[in-house]
């Protein structure tokens, strides 16, 4: 089963890339611009397995479109490049909105009472095969990609991290010592994190990357490849495990291409 898959997927990657989507590529990512010829065709045949074997949807009116679909599996793609990829197993289809979208959540009260109440979103990663962003915020990713917020980024990280279970900040690693390494360094980078806001000094790292190790995983992987050299420099064993997780030197292709990769 597992070869026939392999096979499908080589001759999905083997087709012949549109020449309008890596135009429609090198105009709006700035990364996927800064890589070399070999990883711009490694990311295409990621983009057309995605587009071949995830379903998307638009909702809330949307109506979709290749420069929609290949854009936000081109987001997808970046996180799985020069790694062994197995295409997100857990994701069956991609929504998009327009924009945020409400959702309902439940919140537990004081004793056995649980509060609802709406919330706005940009982005959700479920555990049960989905994912959810809105377009404007997409756009939003590729047309300021160096102020450390991608949306897409950040709901592809958490896709990578519930491959082994629950999201728990710990995806799936291969390398002996990088478990070993990985949660000796979030630990301690978390754990500085919150003290840093509670002593309301400030952060490199969004707050938001408090809420909980998985969170946080999230928020430093979009740190990671938006505003790589200030992480590298700031927090330099964080950017050394994700290196090793994600197989990649944003801070280096970025300076090697002569990308801008620094916001202070």
């Not at 999905?12 to 990364?31: D, G, V």
């Not at 800064?34 to 995830?54: F, N, S, T, W, Y």
């Not at 929609?68 to 991609?94: E, F, G, N, Q």
């Not at 509060?115 to 915020?137: C, H, K, P, T, Y």
Request: aromatic share 10%; with cysteine.
């Amino acid at each position: 089963m597992f070869g026939r898959k392999r096979r499908w997927r080589d001759q999905i990657r083997s087709r012949p890339f549109p020449p309008e989507w890596h135009e429609l590529l090198l105009k709006n990512l700035a990364y996927y611009r800064a890589l070399p010829p070999r990883d711009q065709l490694e990311i295409q045949g990621h983009v057309m397995v995605l587009l071949a074997e995830k379903n998307f949807e638009g909702c809330g009116g949307l109506a979709m479109t290749d420069e929609i679909k290949v854009m936000v599996s081109a987001y997808a793609a970046i996180l799985l490049l020069h790694r062994t990829a197995d295409y997100y197993p857990r994701l069956d289809t991609i929504l998009i909105y327009p924009s945020a979208f409400i959702v309902e959540t439940t919140l537990p009260g004081q004793g056995p009472i649980e509060v609802e109440r709406e919330e706005v979103r940009r982005g959700e990663a479920w555990q049960r095969g989905v994912v959810i962003l809105a377009w404007d915020s997409v756009r939003r990713s590729f047309r300021n990609p160096r102020d450390g917020y991608n949306v897409p980024l950040h709901e592809f990280a958490h896709q990578l991290d519930m491959e082994n279970g629950a999201a728990d900040g710990l995806p799936a690693l291969q390398d002996a010592e990088l478990r070993v390494r990985w949660p000796e360094v979030f630990n301690a980078e978390f754990s500085k994190l919150t003290g840093d806001l509670d002593h309301n000094r400030p952060t490199l790292i969004d707050e938001y990357g408090e809420e909980s190790p998985a969170e946080f995983f999230a928020v430093v992987t979009e740190l990671f490849f938006e505003r790589p050299a200030a992480l590298k420099r700031r927090h330099p064993q964080l950017y050394e495990v994700l290196q090793a997780y994600y197989a990649q030197d944003p801070a280096g292709v970025l300076s090697r291409r002569g990308e801008p990769n620094e916001y202070v």
